[in-house]
């Protein structure tokens, strides 16, 4: 067979599948009688309201001199990693705004950072193509560099998004321009397995995004330059689970939801998305209208330890607040004072839920918070760490963070989710 008839087998074959994907959604959209958020308005269900104090943006994280590109928390929430334009990765105490390490970067054209789940160690990853491990605990070199405790080569294209695998701070996940993801071994720096690739059926786009399940550390997702998210589970490399359209514009961002039974994306199309990873459905879509001509996209996601909240950055320096139940915006916090003045990149949320962190062009980082630990060195920034934890002048606001739909939502899991 030549290669002429080849591409025209080809071509036939792909006109075959999406004229059946079409088919398929069109049928889905006729047995489906509601949605998430009418199902829960129908059930009595309000939106999430913040008080003025609800969120307080209590620190700015300032040292770097070019653009923010990613951020990290570790597990025990008061620490967070950097990576920017600059060349640097930089660690900080996010209760005292401290920097604990400035780590000098081979390749200054960084995309993407991860704590391991120990706090010993950093990774990061750009367009040099490889992920470099650094021990925080290792001896800086004459010059005062830490260095580079491990390599991992192996990508073809740019590395865009990193992850360590939870509770397993020896393996790592990794997403790249070449299409693929790829499942470390950082003992030995060799690839476990790839998924995705030439011979495979997965991505036909770059990979810009990953996200491990908590709940099931060997399943995870993956975001493209295709307009799809790819479920993967690590036993199984030769093939993805399910594959998730929806979008029309790169999958720019892609986050588990808190139960591991749902993901969230975030697209050039401006709009963020539900996915349930049992039935393959799009559960909701949330979308702001805009007035102007061009639509701001969105960067980077995150949910609350509930659920009931997903944080969403865009380009235009807003980021959202939206009531996951509802898909109504409770919350701009680009419209509160002590604002970024560009850009967001990147936010993540603390292992435990009680602060924000969010990324931007303007070269900051800002922490938003209603924990009074956080609280407490705002107001009294003299204060040490270990005094601060002692003061109760804000004992009282302790009963209404935690009963707070951005840490906890009795009513998080409705059967509406299993719709």
Known sequence: MSVTELKERHKTATETVNSLREKLKQ??????????????????????????????CCRTLQGHTGKVYSLDWTPERNRIVSASKDGRLIVWNALTSQKTHAIKLPCAWVMTC?????????ACGGLDSVCSIFNLNSPTDKDGNLPVSRILTGHKGYVSSCQYVPDEDNHLITGSG???????????????????GEFQSGHTGDVVSVSISGSNSRMFVSGSCDGTARLWDTRVASRAVRTFHGHEGDVN??????????????????????????????????????DDNEIPHVTSIAFSISGRLLFAAYTNG????????????????????????SRISCLGLSADGSALCTGSWDTNLKVQSSDEAFLITHFFPTLSTDNMLQLHLFRCSRTTLRSHPFLSDPHADLGVWRL
């Open 253 to 290: 961002a892609v986050r588990f939801f808190p139960d591991g039974n749902r993901f969230g994306t975030g697209s050039d199309d401006g709009t963020c998305m539900l996915f349930d990873i049992r039935t393959g459905h799009q559960l909701q879509v949330y979308y702001e209208p805009h």
């Open 318 to 341: 807003n980021c959202l607040v939206w009531d996951t139940l509802l898909a109504e915006v409770v919350l701009d916090l680009g419209s509160l004072s002590n604002s970024h003045d």
């Open 178 to 196: 070449d299409k693929t993801c790829v499942l470390w071994d950082i003992s030995t720096g060799l690839r476990t397995s790839v998924f995705g």
């Open 27 to 56: 049928k889905r959209l006729q047995l489906l009688d509601t949605d998430v958020s009418a199902y829960a308005r129908a059930q009595g269900r309000i939106p999430v309201s913040f008080g003025p104090t609800d969120l307080v």
């Open 114 to 122: 991860a704590f391991a789940s120990n706090g010993q160690s950093v």
